[in-house]
T-cell receptor, first 115, second 116 residues
């Protein structure tokens, strides 16, 4: 069965510091991995995805994520955090060999960037 | 606005009443998803459509829940005999799929249901 884990409910980081939001996954085949961000009273917004190829993928708003197959991880990173990055972040996985096209989401990590 | 549109944004209903939500996907998108999100949780999959065909339903989708997507355009999600446990944010998403699964989905702002 597919699953996603986001081990941290909340991450606090000072503005200007690098940030990392962690995600690990479990699928039977090669995963398709996604990151979404949710601001208050807004829908989920797509940030980036890993399908295949380069393990470091770049996305919107200066975010990037590193795929690590041996550690089954897909951590979200940003070199320099902004207060406006404060939001709820969700990791999601799809297993293209599973016969389903649903996205499986983690429980979310609240990022708080302190001025 | 050419994004995914959901109506209503908020719904308060009494326990036992029926409610219906509407989702208008991005116009050229052939795949449409419904998710439910409760406080402190990630979105939970309910069902998805490929054009007008409902291809998968979650075990979460009890007999009181039904979804349709007539003509492969907008979709409705109906909950009959609502219960307090149905209180949640109901999210709709759409995507353009060639069947590879690599595409990302675009989400609407959701319908917040409160059952009193």
């Amino acid at each position: 069965a597919q699953s996603v884990a986001q081990p941290e409910d909340q991450v606090n980081v000072a503005e200007g510091n690098p940030l990392t939001v962690k995600c690990t996954y479990s699928v039977s085949g090669n995963p398709y991995l996604f990151w979404y961000v949710q601001y208050p009273n807004r829908g989920l917004q797509f940030l980036l995805k890993y399908i295949t190829g380069d393990n470091l993928v770049k996305g919107s708003y200066g975010f990037e994520a590193e795929f690590n197959k041996s550690q089954t991880s897909f951590h979200l990173k940003k070199p320099s955090a902004l207060v406006s990055d404060s939001a709820l972040y969700f990791c999601a996985v799809r297993d293209p060999t599973s016969g389903t096209y649903k996205y499986i989401f983690g429980t979310g990590t609240r990022l708080k960037v302190l001025a | 606005d050419t994004g995914v549109s959901q109506d209503p944004r908020h719904k308060i209903t009494k326990r036992g009443q029926n409610v219906t939500f509407r989702c208008d996907p991005i116009s050229e998108h052939n795949r449409l998803y419904w998710y439910r999100q409760t406080l402190g949780q990630g979105p939970e999959f309910l069902t998805y459509f490929q054009n007008e065909a409902q291809l998968e339903k979650s075990r979460l989708l009890s007999d009181r829940f039904s979804a349709e997507r007539p003509k492969g355009s907008f979709s409705t999600l109906e909950i009959q005999r609502t219960e307090q446990g149905d209180s949640a944010m109901y999210l709709c998403a759409s995507s353009w799929s060639l069947g590879t699964g690599i595409e990302e989905a675009f989400f609407g702002q959701g319908t917040r249901l409160t059952v009193v």
